[in-house]
Every structure is written in C-alpha cells, then in structure tokens.
C-alpha cells in the first residue's frame, strides 16, 4: 500500500471577512468554538496519512496555532498561487506515495467524501485524480475542459483565464488533487505563472500530465457542499448551519435528546451521554465531556465543562467547570475554573 500524505492549503489572505484585524486569517475564523481549517484536519487525518503539512502565509500565526498540534507547518512567504505553495513544502521532495492536497476553507468536507476519491485514483492507478462539480453558477471556480465526444479530461482554465465559451461551462475544480508525489515533484518546476493573475496553478497538471501520457481522471462529487468554500460571514453562517444539523442528528441517533435543534448550539468535540435532554437556547462548546440524564437549558452556555451523571443546570454559564453527580445548578449563576463535587 503507498504512503500517503497531505497538504493544507491555508495562506490565502481572506478579504471578503472584512475585519478589522488585517492579520486576522480566515481560516482560524470559529464554527462553533472550533476554527474552520480544523474541520478539514479532522477530515484528511482519518485516511490513515504518513504525515500531514499545512501551508500557512497571511496571518499565518492565527493559522499555526490552530493546526499546530496535528499537522506539520511550512510557511508561503508570498502568496503565488497553489503550484508555489506546494513548492515550499521541501520535506516532501524525496517521498514516494501518493499527495493529497484540499483547501483549509472548506469546513463541510468529510473522511468519507474524500476516501471515494482515493478509491478512483488508486483502482485507476491514475498519476492525478481531481475532484469536480457542477454548479449552476460556476463564477469564480477553474473550469473543467473535457475532450469533445470521449469526454477525456484535458485541461483546467481558471475563471479569470476563460473565453466566452468556456465560462458557460458547469463543471468545475473542487481544489482537491490527489497526485503521484514522484511526479509532483518533477513537475512541479514546469508549472508557468503565464495567465491573468501571474501565478503557479497546481490544476496545470492536469494539461501537463495529459500531454505527457500520464493517467488523468476527475471524480465528480454527488454533492457539492461537500466543497463549499467559506470566503465571507455570509458563507460561514451556511457553514455553520450545515455542521450545527450534522452534529444535533449524531447526538440525537446516539440516544440524546434536543428540544429544539434550531437553537442548540453544540459542538463536535462535545461528547453527550445517552437521555441526557438539551432544551432551547443552549450552547456546549469546546471538548466537553458530559454523562447521561443530564438536564441542560433553557438559557445555558457550557464551555469545556466536564460533568457526571442526572445533574440538572439551567439559565446558568459555565466555563472550565468540573461537576460530579446529582448537581442542581442555577437559574442566573456563572461559574469559571471550579470544581463542584
């Protein structure tokens, strides 16, 4: 079986979010208390990788401090363009296996979604496989140029690139390549920063490898949230929506109750026992670690608070709190960095 390894692309500067802040990285931005580049750590380290890389760059400090526990860091001193950012990650030069390279702002992307992926790139013994999708406004993403008749991949033209045609096209590049490292490695020094924005695409492979008779397939995603990519504070509300009614239906099908999933605001590192009951307004977040029959809410907010069993807390706030069993706490009390046995 290959090795295989993955990279992070999280340097991107993040305008659109707009702050005040102008290190701020927009990929340490929170979706329920956790960082959004940490959904996709938690999503690529489940394929069983030799070693994960995370390139950071502007506000790269914000970024280190989210990943630096899981993943190695290599920095992007200018940002110029994905290939560039693959370039600096030198400790890879000499690996064989397999490159698994997905953006750091795409929260909503799962193990299972890409572990399909690399089930196509490894039954087609492909030298790069690329994720696609089709969108019915497609402004914005790389277009994916697919030979006439045979459907072949050939190439992909990013938005800035395309003609007039081209730009009508629906499919486009997900940004997650799976790529033979050898190959990566001598190509990489190939890639050309001749197009509009003056950068090294790493989607130029595709055309290169094609060109040189290397296997080329794109696996086409039955959902595009999957790769929904979190550029502003709308798109991060969608984000946060999406994994808010992931988490709430795990807890729910694993035996915890929640009066009202609309304002339950829970976190995925939370970890809830069975008949415990989360009624309306009430926020767990952090890596909580809560027993069964307890009553949480109305009105309460826990932050990596760690509690027993039938405790019943409501209209109340809690920080790094600790409760044994059989605790009756509240309405309107606020307790930090206690133990309540």
């Known amino acids: 079986m290959k090795d295989k390894y993955a990279v992070i692309l999280g340097a991107g500067r993040g305008s659109r979010m ?4 102008p290190n701020h990285s927009k ?6 208390g956790k960082p959004l580049i940490n959904y996709v750590v938690d999503a690529v380290i489940q394929l069983g990788l030799k070693d994960l890389y995370t390139v950071v760059g502007f506000g790269g400090k914000a970024t ?3 990943v630096k526990d899981y993943s190695k ?3 992007q001193k200018e940002i110029l363009g994905t290939g560039h950012a693959l370039m600096q990650v030198k400790e890879l030069a000499d690996k064989d296996g397999d490159i698994i390279v997905v953006g750091g702002d795409t929260p909503l992307l799962t193990t299972k979604t890409l ?3 690399y089930h196509k790139h490894e039954k087609g013994d492909n030298a790069l496989t690329i994720c696609t999708s089709v969108f019915e406004n497609p402004t914005g993403y790389g277009r994916v140029i697919r030979e006439k008749g045979s459907y072949r991949l050939l190439d992909i033209r ?9 730009r009508e096209i629906g499919e486009v590049n997900a940004g997650i390549y799976i790529i033979n490292n050898r190959l990566l490695q001598e190509y990489l020094p190939k890639l050309s920063n001749s197009n509009a924005k003056k950068e090294f695409y790493l989607s130029e492979l595709v055309k290169l490898f094609n060109r040189d008779g290397y296997r080329v397939e794109a696996y086409v995603l039955e959902d595009a949230q999957d790769i929904f990519c979190v550029s502003d504070r709308f798109q991060l509300s969608y984000a946060a929506k999406v994994i808010r009614k992931r988490v709430n239906r795990k807890l729910m099908l694993s035996g915890v109750s929640i009066e009202d999933p609309d304002t339950a605001y829970i976190s995925p590192d939370a970890v809830i026992g069975r008949d415990t009951i989360i009624r309306p307004n009430t ?3 952090g890596p909580c670690k809560i027993g069964e029959a307890n009553w949480l809410g109305p009105n309460t907010s826990l932050t990596n608070v760690n509690m027993g069993n039938d405790n019943h807390i409501m209209n109340s706030t809690l920080e790094n709190v600790k409760i044994s069993d059989n605790k009756f ?4 009390v606020f307790k930090k960095d206690e133990e309540i046995c």
């Open 115 to 117: 572990q399909k992926i």
């Open 283 to 285: 926020s767990i977040l």
């Open 64 to 66: 280190e401090a989210c």
């Open 329 to 332: 706490i509240g309405p309107y």
């Open 27 to 32: 990929v340490a931005y929170p979706i329920l």
């Open 18 to 21: 707009e702050s005040r802040d």
């Open 73 to 75: 860091v290599v920095w």
């Open 158 to 166: 990013e938005d800035k690139d395309c003609n007039a045609e081209e």
